[in-house]
C-alpha cells in the first residue's frame, strides 16, 4: 500500500531564511512523488514532481526537492522564503491515484 | 487553455438532499479523478474515471456516492441522502494519461446543514 507522511504539521520561518519540509513515503515500486501547494479555500498547484532520473528536481516558485531512496523521503526547500510562500504544503505518490501527506502550513514571519 | 473547471465551487444542502458536483477537465485530458479534503487533513482519493468508464473507484463509500464521466459533458460526483459528515471540499482533477501530472480545480466546498 502505499502512503505519505509529513512529519511536521505546522512551520514558522522567518522571511529570507531557508525552508525545509519533510516528506517520507512508502511505495511498493519506483515511487511518483509530487508537491502541491495550497492557498486558502483554493485548489492545489504542483510545485513539482518526480518520476525518474536526476535525484535533485527543481520546480516552480524557487523549490527544489531531493528524491533519497535510502531514506524513502522526497524533502522540499527552498533557501529563501518570501512572505508569499505562507501557505500549506501536500506531498503525495502515486502512479494512478496519489495518496497525500497530512499537509505541512508554512507561517512566514516578518 | 483553461483549466480543470469545477461548479459550484460552494454548495449548501440540508440533510436528506442531493448534492450534484461537476468536473471539466482541462481540454485533451481524458483521465478525471476525484478526491475528498476534510477540514485539518490531506486529500483522499475517492474514484478515477475515463470516459465512459469507471477505472477505480475504492476509495467511494460504498452507501450513497456515486460519480460518472459521460461521453458528452462533465463528470458527475453525486451523493444522495447528504448528513453532516459529507461537509468537506471535493476537488477533481485530470491528466492526460497516467502517469502524469494532475491538475486540479479550486474544489466544491459542501456544506451540509
Known amino acids: 500500500a502505499q502512503s505519505v507522511t509529513q512529519p511536521d504539521i505546522h512551520i514558522t520561518v522567518s522571511e529570507g531564511a531557508s525552508l525545509e519540509l519533510r516528506c517520507n513515503y512508502s511505495y511498493g515500486a519506483t515511487p511518483y512523488l509530487f508537491w502541491y501547494v495550497q492557498s486558502p479555500g483554493q485548489g492545489l498547484q504542483l510545485l513539482l514532481k518526480?518520476?525518474?532520473?536526476?535525484?535533485l528536481v527543481q520546480g516552480i516558485k524557487g523549490f527544489e526537492a531531493e528524491f533519497k531512496r535510502s531514506q524513502s523521503s522526497f524533502n522540499l526547500r527552498k533557501p529563501s522564503v518570501h512572505w508569499s510562500d505562507a501557505d500549506e504544503y501536500f506531498c503525495?505518490?502515486?502512479?494512478?491515484?496519489?495518496?497525500f501527506g497530512a499537509g505541512t502550513t508554512v507561517t512566514v514571519r516578518a | 487553455n483553461a483549466g480543470v473547471m469545477q461548479n459550484p465551487r460552494h454548495l449548501v444542502r440540508r440533510r436528506g438532499q442531493e448534492a450534484r458536483l461537476r468536473c471539466s477537465p482541462m481540454?485533451?485530458?481524458?483521465?478525471v479523478y476525484w478526491y475528498r479534503q476534510l477540514p485539518e487533513e490531506g486529500l483522499k482519493f475517492m474514484v478515477y474515471l475515463q470516459k465512459e468508464n469507471i477505472i477505480d473507484e475504492s476509495g467511494m463509500p460504498k452507501e450513497r456516492f456515486s460519480a460518472e464521466f459521460p461521453k458528452e459533458g462533465p463528470s458527475i460526483l453525486r451523493i444522495q441522502q447528504v448528513v453532516r459528515g459529507d461537509s468537506a471540499a471535493y476537488f477533481c482533477a485530470s491528466s492526460p494519461g497516467t502517469p502524469s501530472e494532475a491538475f486540479f480545480g479550486q474544489g466544491t466546498r459542501l456544506t451540509v446543514v
Open positions: 503525495a505518490v502515486g502512479e494512478v491515484k496519489l495518496s
Open positions: 518526480y518520476f525518474s532520473g536526476d535525484t
Open positions: 481540454k485533451g485530458h481524458s483521465h
